[in-house]
């Protein structure tokens, strides 16, 4: 019966665990390009015991949360009537240059500023870190700003992007290399919304506590005849 204990605890704490993605991903529901998280589960090892006359019986140990990937459906694109402002329609990411590390990372979240240094010009985001162009190098607008120089890049398997936080994604050798993305586009004067679904959260939500009410009461229930077997000896 200690297997059932087991077993409840992985169910629980995955499903806890989902909570905390939905939360997340609630959380943001006003954030600017936000992708929404999506757990998937997977059962953790079975194995075959003996079920006596000769019959095995297969047996798991519960159940864990096996990735965490991202939704990149295309959100809703909102006008700001800003001309630095822009939105994506495809599947392209704006290049960002952090000044301090000189690393480079990607986002949807296209709400961009001048930033004067010295006599240059150069657009940034709201961090104050560079956008690349489709050159891969920042964007000097000191002679006048046009959002053809803005580059787009996108990437063999978007899917295997890493999530950094802030709205940023970097490069991971399951994602691939970027590459500059010529079929998607840059629509000016607009934002792209979050992608998160509020009543696709709630669903999830319901279904996270069922799942995890649902091993409390397993656990519940195994500990009940734990004490019952422990009374019969």
Do not use: W
């Not at 992985?10 to 998280?37: C, D, E």
């Not at 960002?96 to 709400?111: F, M, P, S």
């Not at 709205?167 to 000016?188: C, H, L, W, Y």
Request: hydrophobic fraction near 35%; charge should be negative; include cysteine.
């Amino acid at each position: 019966m200690i297997r059932g204990f087991y077993a409840a605890k992985t169910g629980m704490i995955s499903q806890q665990n989902a909570l905390n993605i939905i939360g997340n991903n609630v959380a943001n529901i006003n954030t600017l390009g936000f992708k929404p998280q999506v757990a998937a589960f997977a059962s953790l090892l079975y194995e075959n015991i003996d079920g006596g006359a000769g019959a095995e019986i297969s047996t798991g140990h519960g159940a864990k949360i096996q990735k965490i990937g991202i939704d990149f459906t295309q959100g809703e694109l909102e006008p700001t009537r800003r001309d630095l402002d822009c939105a994506i329609l495809g599947d392209g990411f704006f290049g960002i240059l952090d000044k301090e590390t000189n690393i480079t990372t990607y986002t949807r979240d296209g709400v961009f500023h001048s930033s004067v240094e010295g006599d240059q010009q150069f657009l940034v985001n709201v961090a104050g870190d560079y956008v690349l162009g489709k050159d891969g190098n920042p964007i000097n607008i000191t002679e006048g700003y046009n959002s053809e120089l803005i580059g787009l890049f996108s990437f063999p398997n978007r899917y295997g992007l890493q999530l950094l936080g802030s709205n940023q994604f970097a490069e991971t050798d399951v994602s691939g290399q970027p590459q500059v993305d010529n079929v998607s586009m840059i629509r000016k004067g607009y934002i792209e919304a979050s992608a998160t679904d509020s009543a696709t959260e709630m669903v999830k939500v319901l279904k996270a506590n069922s799942g995890f009410s649902f091993n409390s009461r397993i656990l519940q229930s195994t500990d009940e005849m734990e004490k019952t077997v422990n009374q019969l000896r």
